[in-house]
């Protein structure tokens, strides 16, 4: 059986040195839900915060089968604590499962340089403009595809205005590009960055970047950044990030039936 966890301190000990933002978000009970099968001495722990699933603990094959119920998409990125884990996932769903490498970046909250970022977010072209999100340009993020996971771990603009922060870039007032929270845990947020697909390598993702780095860095947030991809790290050193070491990941994808089936 498989129960949330309401007193996440419980599970915290299993999750001990994993530097990873959204796991802390789940145990500080600002975001998030973490699982497990025993509610009172937990050997094993699921840390389940929007796409991002991670794995913690003993091996528990009701944790490895487990699809979290408000998880209404078809895809998920399973991260396992170790091999066993990881072992244990890709043999579960098979096909349906691919091993990916992500990357991950030191947390130094010194190392940025504020003249640098400024002159970065200072570059933006005059034909465009920068601004906060506010509530129509929240409610615009949700409207398309490729800006919604901007803002799409908030329920609603009042969730987001209280634990979220984000810039955006428009041209003609349509959003073309932007950073801002995926998630936020206590200390900081966990950055969330995209650009139009027609408007990419136009140095608009490094001014978003720069821009929010800049606005965390005032309100006395941390602006972590863990790279999807080596572009993504590229992108993450050029704003002032170091690489801290590559990770394994499991990408899945379930038709909408499994997905039925599973919930």
């Not at 200390?187 to 995209?194: K, N, Q, Y």
């Not at 394994?248 to 039925?260: D, Q």
């Amino acid at each position: 059986m498989i129960y949330e966890l309401t007193d996440t301190a419980k599970a915290a000990p299993l999750f001990a040195g994993w530097e990873e933002t959204l796991i802390w978000s789940c145990l500080q009970g600002l975001m998030g839900n973490i699982y497990t099968t025993d509610l009172h001495c937990p050997v094993s722990a699921l840390a389940v915060l929007g796409d991002f699933a991670f794995f913690a603990g003993k091996v528990n094959s009701e944790l490895v089968s487990f699809y979290p119920p408000f998880c209404k998409k078809d895809f998920l990125l399973l991260v396992p604590q170790d091999r066993s884990w990881e072992s244990s996932l890709l043999k579960h769903y098979g096909k349906q499962a691919k091993r990916i490498s992500r990357y991950a970046t030191k947390k130094e909250p010194a190392i940025f340089d504020i003249k640098e970022l400024n002159t970065i977010a200072a570059s933006l072209p005059a034909e465009y403009e920068l601004s906060l999100i506010d509530r129509p340009l929240y409610n615009q993020c949700r409207e398309m595809i490729w800006s919604r996971d901007l803002v799409s771990q908030f329920q609603d603009y009042d969730t987001y205005r209280r634990l979220g922060l984000g810039v955006v870039i428009r041209q003609n007032r349509q959003i073309i590009s932007g950073a801002s929270s995926y998630s936020r845990y206590d200390a900081g947020i966990e950055i969330e960055i995209d650009t139009k697909k027609e408007y990419r390598r136009r140095g608009l993702a490094s001014i978003c970047g720069a821009r929010l780095i800049l606005e965390c860095l005032q309100r006395e947030l941390y602006p972590s950044w863990d790279a999807h991809s080596r572009a993504s790290l590229t992108l993450a050193e050029k704003l002032g990030y170091h690489y801290s070491h590559t990770y394994s990941a499991i990408e899945i994808t379930l038709s909408p039936a499994a997905i039925s089936g599973i919930v």
